[in-house]
């Protein structure tokens, strides 16, 4: 009998290979299928003796070879599954007759017979054939020649040595490396003298240090990943590698929630590296590196997700290795505008364009407004519906290197898909100091007034770094001391190119929130959104345990969503200990969790004391509309700005403040001592909330800023009604 193999790669049909093997059909042959193709998807005949897909999934390949097969043309492609098949290299090694059914085949069949050179390797079935009957015809040949041909080669077998000996070092360091040496201590410390001998070449020296930080890591030593990571970048000189090290190094930090040691050093270096790409004219490496930096030093894990930030104090000083970079100047030093914008039309409606992305949540009373006004024609974009555009907020490395002139794809496409916006508006209002407001500054607007509005979070961010200022005519804050923060933050906003800055509260309807409260919602103690650790209802808990300790009667309700713990290792561990504290509370009644509420009016009204407990503050709409509910208000000085010319002292009265627990505690407690004295309390916060921050009050400040022809500027002490303006 003589043995025939046939291989396809290409999708090939049933019937075409069924009519294959039937050619073969009656020659004393055993036939054998190896399709690259699915399991259930070979094609079935009675003469295969067995039929085998050689179709590998990625995890069978490995990451990197399934990768480069996916990239392969799918001639090579089906080899580099075929190599990794045993069933197919052992039955090619025993075959006669090898035989591609498809030119994709070809490749894969030139290989096998370089493992096996006794045998045919033919293309189609009728050199197949010919093969057999060859065969037939002259046995003693080829018993003679499949013999000699059967015998190691010396080029294959030296092959095969120089092969192995080149595997042989990195299977034993690779063993060497392996988390159950690195978690004893000796291993782990000889990997670690290792990495940092002197005279290490720098190539290895980096790879080595990879190699033992990512097993020592793995290892559960992520003292010793961190110290393996710094010390190899101490000894390194390339930029390029220090910085990588450096990074891997903060990484293994914040990964498990800690502000990393070296986290200076890590930005100073890519900061460095941006630099240097910077002065050879490559843009966008430059831009890339300075994304680097960016995200490490606006983690989540440093602003978000725990009760400080190591920005908070001193944001010039934290920011420094930025600030003073060529290619972040670079980057940040403003484009301006060919011509300002054009005072509003006198001859029609204003034509006002507000632009989010995905979340317009503060944008309701405003839009509303606007659009029931007749002297304004209002339209909303969110950038979250244009594709093209929402691919590119997503990809801050291309908009930092856009910015260093490096992109000008970026610009095309902006340019083709906001352009008509830019055209049709006399006034666009952004929500959110975004990926929105860099997309609407790549280009030149015209005579189009831009205004941007800023919360919170974008201080924390890069975001304020890839905006054009000097494109943006006003730029709106909440709060003073948000104001006050991002300054020291953004050098663009202290130049002379710096757009107008503003201060006007959030609007909200807090009329809807003014209903009756029955007399024992004197001792219920309130806390609305508390989501983010930057809420800290640890804090309320605290206060709560200090009012119990002096009246059972007090309990706490929470309103919203829980923390989330999903967001990092940081937010975990919070959430962790909250839910600790909160379990003990609730088999007591002392606290109940609400949840998300459609009803957020009506579950304040069983509410008597509104407390703010947050680290830090936009505004925090929550807590006034409880104070507007005729809830007493008990607010923290919010620690990020506690000290600082502005923060919640400067925004709220000072007889809400309370610096400490027990500060909040004694102030509930002097207030809550007597029904009287609670209602009365509760009359003055709900009376100064609504003379201060209801929507009619602050529509006049969004009046002032949107229909008037310029930019007014009114005195900072004015009322919170009014458009604060404000140059550094």
């Known amino acids: 009998m003589i043995d025939v193999l046939l291989v396809s790669v290409a999708a090939t049909s049933a019937e075409s290979v069924a009519a294959a093997a039937r050619n073969f059909e009656g020659l004393g042959v055993r036939l054998r299928l190896a399709a690259f193709a699915g399991p259930a998807d070979l094609p079935e005949s009675p003469l295969f003796t067995e039929r085998h897909s050689f179709a590998k999934d990625a995890s069978a390949l490995g990451r990197k070879l399934a990768a480069t097969a996916g990239k392969a043309p799918a001639a090579k492609r089906g080899w580099m599954h075929a190599q990794r098949d045993a069933w197919l290299l052992g039955h090619a090694r025993r075959a ?32 197949g054939l010919r093969a057999v009957a060859d065969r037939k015809e002259r046995p003693r040949h080829y018993a003679r020649a499949d013999f000699v041909n059967g015998l190691p080669s010396p080029k294959a077998a030296a092959r095969a040595a120089a092969r192995r000996t080149r595997r042989l070092p990195k299977a034993v360091a690779l063993k060497a490396i392996g988390p159950r040496v690195l978690r004893t201590g000796p291993g782990a410390r000889a990997w670690r003298m290792a990495v940092a001998a002197p005279g290490l070449p720098e190539h290895i020296r980096f790879r080595l240090a990879k190699r033992v930080g990512d097993g020592l890591r ?12 710094t010390s190899a970048a101490e000894q390194s000189r390339g930029l390029r590698h220090r910085a990588d090290l450096l990074a891997a190094a903060a990484q293994v930090e914040l990964k498990r929630g800690k502000v990393p040691v070296r986290l200076n050093d890590a930005v100073t270096a890519e900061v460095a590296c941006a630099d240097a790409n910077w002065g050879k004219g490559n843009g966008k490496a430059a831009g890339a590196s300075l994304a680097k930096a960016m995200e490490l030093a606006f983690h989540r894990v440093l602003h978000f997700d725990r009760t400080e930030s190591p920005m908070a104090d001193d944001p010039g000083a ?11 100047k670079a980057m940040t030093a403003g484009n301006g505008r060919a011509r300002p914008a054009a005072t509003p039309p006198a001859d029609r409606p204003l034509r006002l364009l507000f632009v989010t992305r995905k979340n317009a949540n503060f944008l309701t009373e405003i839009r509303d407004r606007y659009e029931e006004h007749t002297d ?23 908009m930092a290197a856009f910015r260093l002139g490096a992109e000008p794809a970026l610009e095309r496409t902006v340019e083709e ?35 941007v509005r800023l919360h919170s979070f974008e201080t924390f961010s890069a975001w304020p770094f890839l905006a054009d200022f000097s494109r943006i005519d006003d730029l709106v804050f909440v709060g003073a001391h948000l104001r006050d923060l991002t300054v020291s933050a953004v050098p663009a906003l202290r130049g002379p190119n710096a757009p107008a800055l503003h201060v006007i509260h959030n609007a909200m309807d807090l009329g809807r929130y003014g209903r009756p409260k029955d007399d024992d919602a004197r001792f219920t103690v ?5 989501s983010a650790v930057a809420k800290d209802p640890r804090w309320a808990i605290s206060v709560l345990k200090l009012l119990r300790a002096r009246d059972e009667r007090y309990r706490l309700f929470l309103i919203g969503a829980d923390v989330d713990g999903t967001l990092s290792p940081a937010a975990r561990a919070y959430a962790s200990e909250y839910e600790r504290e909160v379990t003990e509370l609730e088999s007591s009644g002392a606290v109940r969790r609400l949840g998300q509420l459609s009803d957020v009016p009506g579950a304040l009204a069983d509410v008597g004391v509104i407390l703010s407990s947050s680290v830090r503050e936009s505004f925090h709409c929550g807590f006034v509309e409880g104070a507007a509910s005729g809830a007493v208000p008990v607010a923290r000085d919010w620690p990020f700005f506690a000290g600082k010319p502005n923060g919640a002292h400067t925004l709220f009265p000072g007889s809400w403040l309370a610096r400490t627990p027990q500060e909040a505690a004694d102030r509930i407690l002097a207030v809550t001592a007597s029904e009287e004295a609670w209602r009365a309390a509760a009359t003055d916060a709900t009376d100064h909330a609504l003379a201060a921050w209801d929507w009619p009050v602050v529509a006049r400040g969004f009046d002032l ?3 008037n022809s310029s930019t007014t500027t009114l005195p900072e002490g004015g009322e919170s009604s009014e458009i604060r303006a404000f140059q550094p």
């Open 96 to 127: 006669k007759v090898i035989v591609a059914l498809d030119a994709q085949a070809v490749y894969t069949v030139w290989q096998l017979a370089r493992i096996n050179k006794s045998a045919h390797a033919c293309y189609g079935v009728a050199a």
């Open 218 to 229: 793995k290892a559960n030593r992520p003292a010793g990943a961190v110290l393996t990571f």
């Open 318 to 328: 934290y920011l420094a290795p930025l600030h003073s970079a060529t290619a972040f």
């Open 376 to 398: 304004v024609e209002v339209r909303s974009l969110d950038i979250a519906d244009e594709p093209a555009l929402d691919a590119l907020v997503k990809s801050p490395a291309r």
């Open 417 to 451: 898909h906001l352009r008509p916006h830019l055209d049709w508006a006399d006034t666009v209002f952004i929500d959110w100091c975004t990926g929105p407001s860099v997309l609407f500054t790549a280009i030149d607007p015209g005579t189009t007034r831009i205004i």
């Open 526 to 530: 309130g806390l609305t959104g508390i």
């Open 705 to 707: 800023l949107l229909l």
